[in-house]
């Protein structure tokens, strides 16, 4: 069976998957880099190149990141900032070599032809719904998971849709105020959900919601 | 020094206090209890006559309440159902002898005489400011602290004025949608207090805030 998980998707206490203001200078917004910090910190981000990092819980969730990976869908705010679509050189935030080193489906409805990269990742770009969009994906796959990538709104599409099949999100004890938020519309989503709650002593809590079967 | 504390408040994941449709026979609206249940399963809460509950971080966390407190500041949607002023019997919801054994001050518009409950607590109707009913409460608690017990709102408002010493919010994993916000308005709290984080085996999150020096 292959799934559609989402991990280290960070958010606010107050719930925002990122902050107002987002540009090409601030991907996110007023929040800076503060919902990232923990992950920057961890052996995993920092690779054996920068020893030190911390190999604890946050550690081991981040690692999950690739494992059973065949594609990842993302949202069109997430590959690049307002006004990206009006850049025909515009080639993600990630380099030549970007981490995902598998075939990555940008949502967006501003397509334009398949970007072949360094390292496995081929951007294709998709004017779909997110069943349609996790129908492709998932050839792409071959049979492997699909990595749902963010940012929040699209998160929060897939989650109404009832296609997340495992939701990884990391709560940063910070109040953004305002920007984007992840919960919207969807109470009671915890009824079809195994959830687990784990802090760690970085301050930061993850928070697990499985499907049953899943 | 007399503290300003906040104890057991429950939110769920995506940050509401209470639910929608407060009323006489759903005091937590479409909540229900859902957002306590961690609490009716401690120790704390069942008492000596009923053995059985939890002993670990959840019952540990509850058994603050009343240590060092003396006297309590509530808002008017604590104290009663909407419509509560109206009806010049009500007297709260705990019956005859309430779990708060100090001076009680509620804060509403409709100010009546106080009343005398058994167990140590009276209830002290003021309409004022948050500075102004907590220099009131303070007074009436000679030295000791001063719980303030909620709603949300009143809370929300208490923090806005940074009249707040420590805060327990306790992260319930469900999804109501809808209802009585805590964080909205405070971008930024966290940089006046030391914050902590500690999940419990019943699936709940303790959050502190410590103001430095508190």
């Known amino acids: 069976m292959s799934r559609a998980r989402v991990h280290n998707f960070s958010i606010s206490l107050d719930g925002f998957g990122t902050g107002e203001g987002q540009s090409r200078d601030e991907p996110f917004g007023h929040a800076g880099e503060r919902l990232h910090e923990w992950m920057f910190a961890t052996q995993w981000w920092r690779g054996p190149d920068e020893p030190g990092g911390s190999s604890g819980v946050d550690d081991a969730f981040t690692r999950l990141f690739d494992v059973g990976i065949g594609a990842e869908i993302m949202g069109a705010g997430k590959y690049g900032y307002p006004g990206w679509h009006e850049d025909p050189e515009w080639k993600g935030w990630w380099g030549a070599n970007p981490p995902f080193h598998t ?6 409805h501003h397509t334009r032809p398949s970007i072949e990269m360094e390292g496995g990742t081929t951007y294709h770009f998709l004017n779909a719904s997110p069943a349609e969009a996790l129908e492709t994906a998932r ?4 049979g492997q998971d699909v990595r749902i990538g963010g940012g ?3 998160i929060r599409d897939f989650l109404a849709a009832g296609l997340i099949d495992y939701l990884h999100v990391v709560v940063v004890p910070i109040l953004l105020g305002r920007g984007v938020r992840l919960w919207d519309g969807i109470e009671g989503l915890e009824k079809d959900y195994q959830v687990e709650t784990t802090s760690s002593p970085s301050g930061v809590t993850h928070v697990t919601f499985t499907r049953a079967g899943a």
Chains 1, 2 share one sequence.
């Open 152 to 154: 929040a709104t699209m």
């Open 139 to 142: 050839k792409a796959a071959e």
């Open 103 to 108: 075939p990555t489906f940008i949502l967006t």
